[in-house]
Structures are given as C-alpha cells and as structure tokens.
T-cell receptor
Framework: DTEVTQTPKHLVMGMTNKKSLKCEQH?????MYWYKQKAKKPPELMFV???????INESVPSRFSPECPNSSLLNLHLHALQPEDSALYLC?????????????FGPGTRLTVT | QQPVQSPQAVILREGEDAVINCSSS?????VHWYRQKHGEAPVFLMI?????EQKGHEKISASFNEKKQQSSLYLTASQLSYSGTYFC??????????FGKGTRLSVIA
C-alpha cells in the first residue's frame, strides 16, 4: 500500500470556525509533512514531523496547529483562518526525514475560507 | 532559496523530446523531481544525490551537475500521459525541500 489518504477532500469554513484536516499513511513512514499549495504555484512546506516529533515549522501562523497522534496519522487543526488561507493542503510522507527519500503525497484537501 | 526552472512552459507533439532544467545558486546535496497533473497530487519521479546516486522510475532520466548546481530532466518520445507540471525540489543537506515554480508540459496528439 503506497497510499497517503486525506480527509476531507473539500472544506468550506468561516473565519470563526474550528476544523481539522486529517492525513493517514500505512507505509511505515516516519516522516510526515504538511504543504500548502496555491493555484499554479509549487507546494510550500509548512510543517515536518519526524518520528512523531515536530522537527520543522516554517514560520507558520499559530492559527494552523499540527498534531501527530501516532506514526500513521497527521492532523492539521485550523482556527480563525483568513480568506488568504484558502488553498490546497497537501500531506506527504517519506520513509524518514532527509534528502535521500522520496515523498509520497496525498490527494489534498481543498480549503475555502469565507 | 527557491531553485529556478526553465522553461516555464513547453508544448510537445507526441513522440517529441524535451529537457527541463533546474538550477540553484547554492551548493546542493540532492535534487528531487515530481510531476503533478491538474487536480492531482504530485508524484515522485526521481532523486539525484551528490556523489552520483540516483533513484527513480526506469523510463525517466535525469542528470545532476554538482559543480554547476544544475539538474536536467529528460523526457524522450513523449506520450500524452506526460502532460502536467514538473517541479524540481532542491535541498542542501538536512534542510527542507524547496520546490521551483514548475514547468508546465503539454503533450498534444
């Protein structure tokens, strides 16, 4: 199974809502990533978890809060988002952190903030 | 620092070849290549490491010139399925992957 799953596929939320994005993989990967992708732009790294510990936070606003409950699951909690946060949120995983491992991406959650 | 990709876009007829380039102003440890079709997730194509090691799909070929901090992806005998946006990602060794702006490839019949 070389699949990364993400739920929900689409999400519309108001600026005062709290919602969560979920990502799951069962490949035994120990590094997991959240990326944000705007239309016609490359993915931008937000967070990296390595062995269930947050290892990289790319200066992401605190209205985005990641969580890694176990080695297979990655959540992204959203609160008080702004319209400019509307984007495709991609989750990825790799065998371990570091440059020698390819990343497997999930299909993404398309988020619209109204 | 974001790598620079060229060309920004290219249109090919089936069977034609193309080269996509990726360059960085910083010394690199690895270059990754991914393809993203419209509305889909990026898919891994290849990793090229400093020292010459490569890992990726058999039908894809690429090069990595460490001295020039440049990588090229070679697409030969293109098929309709090759259409999509190609991203290179570079990193300097234990640093996050940074993707270039992408090269949009369209293959037409």
């Amino acid at each position: 199974d070389t699949e990364v799953t993400q739920t929900p596929k689409h999400l519309v939320m108001g600026m005062t809502n709290k919602k969560s994005l979920k990502c799951e993989q069962h490949m035994g990967h120990r590094a997991m990533y959240w990326y944000k992708q705007k239309a016609k732009k490359p993915p931008e790294l937000m967070f990296v978890y390595s062995y269930e510990k947050l290892s990289i936070n790319e200066s992401v606003p605190s209205r985005f809060s990641p969580e890694c409950p176990n080695s297979s699951l990655l959540n992204l909690h959203l609160h008080a988002l702004q319209p400019e946060d509307s984007a495709l949120y991609l989750c990825a995983s790799s065998l371990s952190g570091g440059s020698i491992y390819e990343q497997y991406f999930g299909p993404g959650t398309r988020l619209t903030v109204t | 620092q974001q790598p620079v990709q060229s060309p920004q876009a290219v249109i090919l007829r089936e069977g034609e070849d193309a080269v996509i380039n990726c360059s960085s102003s910083k010394a690199l440890y690895s270059v990754h290549w991914y393809r993203q079709k419209h509305g889909e997730a990026p898919v891994f194509l290849m990793i090229l490491l400093k020292g010459g090691e490569q890992k990726g799909h058999e039908k894809i070929s690429a090069s990595f010139n460490e001295k020039k901090q440049q990588s090229s992806l070679y697409l030969t005998a293109s098929q309709l399925s090759y259409s999509g946006t190609y991203f290179c990602g570079t990193e300097k060794g234990n640093t996050p992957l940074v993707f270039g702006k992408g090269t949009r490839l369209s293959v037409i019949a």
